[in-house]
Every structure is written in C-alpha cells, then in structure tokens.
C-alpha cells in the first residue's frame, strides 16, 4: 500500500495522462458502487421509466446519479481526511441514534434486498438461458440453482477479506462483470437500431435534457386517447392516474440510482484499502469511471430498449382486435392488473360507477399495466426470434446484474458486522457477515406464500425514506469543525459544497416525504412510513440532547 500512495504521489504531481494512467489502475470501490446500483432495482426501474415515458424520460436516472454522487464525494472526502471509521465518527461527533439508525437500516435493506436478487437470476437461467432444462421447474429447483448462486458468489466475495492480492482478484472480477453488464444492453440497443427502421439512435438523445411537465402533465402518447374521451370526470381521472403513474415511476427509478448501502459501502472499502487524502482526487475520478459511467450507460440502454418496444403500447396479449373494436382476454397475465385500474375508475366518483367503459378507456389502462422484467425479456425474441442472441444477451445482462449486487449485499454486511461488534475488517466477524447472503436463498418462500406485496412496501419505504437521513448525517460531518478540524472546506469551496448538498438533501427529503406519506399497507389506505419518519427523527432528536448533556457534565 505504501508503494502505490508513493506513485500516486508523483502521477499526481506529473498530471496528464500519466495521472489518469495511474487513477485507472489504483481504482476500486466506486467499481465496487457500480456493482450494487446495477442490479434488479435499477434494471425494473429503469424498464418502467420508459414503458411510462419513453426517450423523453432518460433524464431521471441521470439526474439521480448526479445527486447521489455528490453525496457519495462528500463522504470519500470525509473518511479519508480524517482516517475514521464513519460509524464511529457519527456516533461520537454527530449524533449516536443517527449513527446507529443508519447502520441497522443498511443491515436490513441488504437482508430484503437479497430476495429478488436471487429471483431474478432464477429468473435469468430458467427463461433466458436455458428455458428448455427448467420447462418443469418447480420450488426445488428454485432452492437448487439459488444455492448454488450463494456458494458461486460467497466463493468470490470471500476473497475480499484477504489482504492485498484478494481485494485485487475481487475488484477485477467485479470491473468484468460490470463491464459484461454495459456491454449486454449497449449490444440489445445496437441490435434495435440495426434491425429495426424506424428507430433512431441519436434522436433519442435529446430526452436527457430534464422536462419537469412530466410531473404535472401525461406524456404526448397518451393526449390522442385522451380527448377521445367526452365526459370531463372520465378524462380527469385517467388524466390524473396517468400524472400519478408517471411520478411513482420517477421515484421508483431515483431511488435504484443511490441507495443507503451504498453509503456504507464506499468508506469502508476505501478505508480496507488503506486510502488517506492523498487519496480524494482518486477516489472522485474512481466514482466517475467505475460508477456513474457504467450506470449512465446501462439503464439508458434499457429506458431505451423497453420505450421502443413498450412506450404507448397496451400490454402484451391483453387486447384483441374484432370489427374495430378491442376486447380483453380474460387469461391474459396483465387481465388482473388491468381489472384493477377499471375498478378504481368505477369507485373514483358515484356518477362514474354506471358509466360504460368506452374503447379509449380500454386502451388506456391497457397501456397502464405494469410489466415485468420477464415481458422485457420475451419481447426481445421478436427481434430476432425465439432462442436468439438477442434473449442470451438480456439473460447475461440480468444474470450479471443480480450476481454483483448479491456479491456487494453481502460485502457489506460483512462491513455493518465489524463496525457494530467493534471487529477488524476482513477477519472472521466480517466473514460471519458475508455469509448472511444465505438469507436470500430462501426467496421463493417469501415470494410464493403471499408476503411479496408487504414485503416491497416495506422496503421500498423504509429504505428510501432513510436515504435523506443519511444526506442529513454527511452534510452535518461535512460542516463539523470537531470532526473534520483544518479539512473544513472555507469560502468558496463549503459554500459549493453546501449548495450541491443542500440541493441533493433537498430534492431527495422531498421525494422521500412523499413516499413516506403516500406509500400504504396492503389493502389500506394507513401510511406506514408517515409513523416510521416522525419515529426516526423524534430519536434522532433525543440522541441530540443526550449527547449535549453527556458533553456538559464531561
């Protein structure tokens, strides 16, 4: 480790592209950020963004990156200015229920997490790679091939607790698998645009230029069906679940981009690898290159690819056309979701309940249903066929996916278990938490026995409403003069950092406030995350003045 903080040194000193030579071959954890962001969340995520909303939409995830990856360089620059455990510093110089909230949330986002992890790469191998071996496959082979995904990736993630070499072998499998990952979607896109004419690559461009109609008006699609539409409560009701559809889908999609784990992940490799401040020039060129770049990539692709095939079309199977006329098929897989939103528009107003439901209307909420990763997938064959390069590719990507973020759940599960049992990172502790990736083995319980709606409102909620918290508890480290001493950003410097902060705080309190009060229990209209915020802050609150009076009778 000495010798590479010597030839940082002196590549920093040199600049040019020596510099950035030397920054390539000493990067690692924002490789490390890049695999966990890059799973089944950013993947679904990214599919909804433009089945809703089309090329106009790629902004979103973009946008999200960007304020995640401001905080994430505050806390690189906090860890390694001052050497200390980030736990340790929030517990003793910030505010200890703060500290502690944010070591427990992260162990259990990584905990629920793990389960659809594991569900999509069952997903991969059973219906993109090889559908013909698992025809029959039923709840054993579910535990089979998750068991041996457990034993695959845990092999692999050990290697991370072994000093020197084993960080290395570790870091570069996960820069191919992430690579493998671009390279999947950058090949589905290439694929649409050189077999299909009316697509065009460079056209798509122009929606990473933010739109913020989006969030209060439908998307161009939807405006023809619209005005087809004569009762003005009609119209206004599929004009508002189309506003509401869109908004959810933002949120869903900015809160895959940067995720409280992650937050725990970055110091703490940072710290295994020995970095100190001769260390933060790196350690934003490494969140630039090992992260940003290959996320921006990956989930435009798929906005891409699924706003081709998807945006403005009713769901796959669900319609059939008879004398101009569209009908649904009963035992299509989108009929139950499509019942729903029929019903809720005959519950949404007493003069609507005995209105008949006209073809607009059908094709609306037609288009409404939400797909699946899987409709993702059987769509590409269309492309190129059944059993197509084209579906081999989309399972490699997702199979890719699933396996990184699994890897890097439990590498950080391993960094909560030494930082909350006091424990050397690296040794049998940090082992012992490695090996609680086990717990998504058992996913086809939770998935099949009827828990999977609870279960994702639970997540979904607790984990992004935490996330601002943890904005909070870095942008107060950021302005802690005990904490960070002569490293205290002044002038000009803390007023940017401030204001890229304040921003990110800002925009992701308020998403985050929204979903707390709008997210639901099943079948409810009670907001269970409205209880767990005011809960958080009321500790938070009481932390603080117990610290205070530690101080004054120290």
Not at 186 to 202: E, P, Q, R
């Amino acid at each position: 480790m000495k010798i590479d903080r010597e030839e940082l040194v002196r590549a920093t000193k040199a600049g040019g592209l020596k510099k950035y030579k030397t920054y390539a071959r000493l990067s690692g954890p924002g490789w490390l950020q890049s695999a966990i962001t890059l799973g089944g969340g950013s993947l679904a995520g990214a599919l909804f963004l433009g089945v809703i909303g089309g090329y106009s939409i790629l902004w979103v995830q973009l946008v999200a990156m960007i304020l995640g990856v401001v905080m994430l360089c505050a806390i690189s620059y906090i860890t390694l200015s001052t050497g200390r455990s980030p736990f340790e510093a929030m517990r003793t110089e910030i505010n200890p229920v703060l500290a502690w909230g944010w070591l427990i949330a992260t162990l259990l986002a990584n905990l629920v997490w793990a389960l659809p992890q594991y569900s999509l790469a069952y997903g991969a191998v059973s219906q993109n790679l090889f559908p013909e071996a698992f025809a029959d496959g039923g709840t054993g082979a579910k535990f089979l091939v998750s068991g041996l995904i457990f034993l695959a990736v845990t092999a692999i993630t050990l290697c991370y607790g072994n000093e020197g070499m084993g960080i290395k072998i570790y870091e570069w499998v996960l820069k191919g698998i992430v690579a493998g990952i671009v390279l999947c979607f950058m090949g589905v896109v290439l694929k649409i645009s050189t077999s299909s004419a009316d697509f065009n690559l460079l056209g798509t461009l122009s929606g990473f230029i933010p739109d913020l109609s989006i969030l209060t008006t439908p998307g161009d699609v939807f405006l023809p069906l619209l005005k087809e539409i004569e009762h003005a409560g009609i119209r206004e009701f599929w004009t508002a679940q189309i506003v509401d559809t869109q908004r959810e889908r933002m949120v869903g999609a900015a809160a895959t981009a940067v995720g409280i784990n992650m937050t725990f992940l970055l110091p703490y490799s940072m710290l295994s690898k020995k970095w100190g401040r001769e260390h933060r020039g790196l350690a934003i060129f490494d969140l630039s290159t090992g992260m940003v770049i290959p996320y921006v990539l990956a989930v435009s692709c798929v906005v891409i690819a699924s706003a081709y095939m998807f945006h403005g079309q009713p769901y796959d199977g669900l319609l059939v056309e008879e004398n101009g006329q569209v009908r649904v098929v009963e035992d299509s897989a989108g009929a139950k979701d499509f019942t729903k939103l029929i019903s809720k528009r005959k519950g949404a107003a007493p003069e609507l309940s005995d209105l008949q439901v006209g073809q607009a209307e059908t094709r609306l909420a037609a288009m409404l249903v939400p797909r699946s990763t899987a409709n993702f997938a059987n769509s590409l064959s269309a492309l190129s066929g059944e059993g197509s390069v084209s579906q081999f590719i989309f399972g490699l990507g997702v199979l890719a996916m699933a396996l990184s973020t699994i890897s890097i759940l439990c590498l950080i599960s391993g960094f909560v278990f030494c930082e909350a049992l006091g424990a050397t990172h690296g040794g049998s502790v940090h082992k012992a938490g490695i090996l609680t990736g086990l717990f998504g083995v058992f996913w086809p319980v939770f998935w099949d026995g009827g828990s999977k709606a609870y279960l994702a409102v639970v997540t979904s909620t607790f984990g992004y409403v935490l996330f601002p918290i943890a904005c909070l508890a870095f942008f107060l480290m950021m302005n802690s003069s005990r904490l960070l001493k002569e490293d205290l950003p002044r002038g000009g410097q803390r007023l940017v950092w401030n204001l890229l902060l304040g921003t990110s705080l800002l925009i992701t309190g308020l998403a985050a406030g929204h979903t707390a009060t709008t997210k639901t229990l099943p079948n409810s209209d009670f907001p269970i995350g409205t209880v767990g915020l005011c809960t958080f802050i009321a500790l938070i609150i009481w932390g603080h003045f117990r610290r205070s009076k530690e101080n004054e009778s120290a």
